[in-house]
């Protein structure tokens, strides 16, 4: 995808501690900082997780799954940038996609698609609330896939 169509972009700083022997981040730390950009995306959306979702909503949201592609490395105190936006929009599922760039790279070092879906206190799939798709709607500079 284009960065021009990603919304949300979360800056970072790759911290000592997510370096491993080949002196690179170790692959699973790729995963938290997606993580962090979707709690970022909750907040620019106006529903703060938990609090924002969960309580107005009496469902949550789950990872059912998690696709990552590698194809650079970023290395202690690299300035990165995880674009995050919305690409599809199921029944009760949402499509992320996301890129991770060096602040200087064009091409991106990591790929990734994770889908959530929506389910009741029951673990119960339930519907994806029409207010949540309407606020990713409006957010979004590229509109997800229904």
Not at 12 to 40: C, P, S
Not at 72 to 93: F, I, M, N, W
Not at 132 to 143: D, G, H, I, Q, S
Request: negative net charge; hydrophobic residues 35%.
């Amino acid at each position: 995808m284009a960065r021009e169509d990603f919304v949300c972009a979360h800056r970072l700083r790759v911290r000592w501690a997510e370096v491993d022997m080949q002196k690179i981040v170790f692959n699973g730390h790729y995963l938290t900082y997606i993580d962090t950009a979707i709690a970022e995306y909750w907040r620019e959306i106006d529903l703060p997780y938990p609090h924002g979702y969960v309580e107005r909503y009496g469902s949550d949201v789950f990872l059912r799954k998690a696709t990552v592609e590698y194809l650079g490395s970023a290395r202690y105190d690299d300035e990165l940038t995880v674009y995050c936006r919305v690409a599809k929009l199921g029944r009760s599922s949402m499509t992320f996609q996301f890129e991770i760039h060096r602040q200087d790279g064009a091409s991106p070092l990591v790929t990734a698609e994770l889908v959530y879906v929506t389910a009741d206190p029951q673990m119960k799939a339930a519907p994806l609330p029409e207010e949540v798709r309407e606020k990713v709607r409006r957010y979004e500079r590229t509109a997800p896939q229904s």
